[in-house]
């Protein structure tokens, strides 16, 4: 099993930046899949951006390329979420996903089995 657990979450107004960390109680090198998903009220859950252990196989939606960056800290256990040109249709809660890899890792999150509590980001116009 995998904990998971969010921080960095916060409000900030459109432009602006914020990074989230998921820190995790375990942390299997080269076979696990860590994602950042994000899910509005009474909306599907949507993969963001998501990293295979040792960075190999990196996913970014469409929405975020160019914007969000993915990393993790092997050393800590740590996957990072950089958000920068914040907008508010970027507001929602944000998870942290991990699951065994199988391939490249995607944002689908069927492919996920451990999930986070949940952070929220608000960005106002």
């Known amino acids: 099993m995998i904990h998971l657990v969010e921080s960095g979450g916060g409000s900030v107004r459109a432009g602006g930046s914020l990074r989230l960390a998921c820190a995790a109680n375990r942390y299997p090198y080269d076979r696990t899949c860590f994602g950042w998903f994000r899910q509005g009220q009474g909306l599907e859950r949507e993969g963001v951006a998501a990293i295979a252990t040792g960075g190999e196989s990196i996913y970014y939606a469409d929405s975020v390329k160019a914007r969000f960056t993915i990393s993790e800290d092997n050393a800590k256990q740590t996957i990072y979420l950089e958000m920068n040109g914040l907008q508010p249709g970027d507001t929602d809660m944000y998870y942290c996903?991990?699951?065994?890899?199988?391939?490249?890792?995607?944002?689908?999150?069927?492919?996920?089995?451990?999930w986070g509590q949940g952070i929220q980001v608000t960005v106002s116009s």
């Open positions: 996903a991990a699951g065994w890899r199988q391939g490249s890792c995607s944002g689908q999150s069927d492919g996920y089995r451990f």
